[in-house]
């Protein structure tokens, strides 16, 4: 199943007031940019084919491809002054870098690659700048044994602040942190159908537009994930997560723990 990523924002929480043009999903974790990390996700799974949405700063993403380095997370022999591996991550990849525009909001992006879709009835859609070690092998499933036309998956809130109840005369009578709340907030890691395209207008949104109005007509369906699912929103959130990998905590990083799921 193809997957498409949308790598083009501008990510300016993440800037903290830096000028550079790297764009969010080449910040690094560990060795690798968070863009890696998410592909490596999807391969595990076995799924290879990627669609890359490209915008701002897409000269960065093309460039750490066109140059990549399999000795930087793979065992390798020298010998003779030649290198060979002895395991690989991206061989079996295939990726299609398409130009989608500098402003263009994700829905539109989406539409601008559905030719490369090869009108295939399902695809996965992501940020490329979300970590989760969601089971997606029983994502993908529950999606076909359903009618819905799109499925996401939807974690709780990720807000560390409190929610009070009060009287009409200002008493609190209680405090309940965010996440305890009955709530549910979109964590990306899209199932789509063909469908979606009809729902999406000219610079629409893909959550607003293409699954707002599948829900009207109750045809999206939601994959609840109380599991490990970490955004890269701000420059503290992209640190928290090298740090976890510095220190051997990945729990996204299903690759490592054992043989590879195919689709």
């Not at 968070?34 to 700063?57: D, K, P, Q, S």
């Not at 005369?169 to 942190?177: D, E, F, L, M, Q």
């Not at 609840?224 to 928290?240: I, L």
Request: hydrophobic share 40%.
């Amino acid at each position: 199943m193809k997957v498409v990523l949308f790598c083009g924002g501008y990510g300016m929480r993440m800037r903290n007031g830096d000028a550079s043009d790297v764009p969010k999903p080449m910040a690094m974790v560990g060795p690798r940019p968070l863009i890696w990390h998410v592909m490596r996700y999807y391969a595990h799974f076995g799924h290879t084919e990627f669609i890359l949405c490209l915008g701002y700063g897409a000269h960065h993403i093309k460039e750490f491809f066109l140059n990549y380095q399999e000795t930087t997370s793979n065992d390798f022999v020298l010998r003779g002054g030649r290198t060979e591996l002895l395991s690989t991550d991206i061989a079996d990849w295939t990726i299609s870098f398409v130009q989608t525009g500098i402003e263009s909001p994700i829905g539109e992006r989406l539409r601008r690659v559905r030719e490369h879709l090869d009108g295939d009835e399902m695809f996965l859609a992501n940020y490329a700048d979300v970590l989760t070690d969601a089971p997606l092998d029983q994502i993908v499933e529950r999606f076909e044994r359903s009618d819905a036309g799109a499925s996401m998956m939807v974690v709780p809130p990720q807000s560390s602040f409190h929610c009070v109840e009060m009287d009409e005369g200002g008493r609190i009578g209680a405090i309940t942190p965010v996440s305890d709340m009955p709530l549910w907030e979109n964590g990306g890691y899209f199932v789509l159908r063909q469908e979606v395209f009809d729902h999406i207008p000219e610079n629409g949104d893909l959550v607003a537009d293409g699954c707002g109005e599948l829900a009207k007509r109750g045809r999206l369906l939601a994959y609840p994930y109380r599991g490990f699912w970490k955004p890269t929103d701000t420059v503290k959130e992209r640190f928290a997560l090298d740090e976890a990998y510095t220190h051997g905590e990945r729990p996204w990083a299903l690759w490592e723990r054992g043989q590879r799921v195919h689709a």
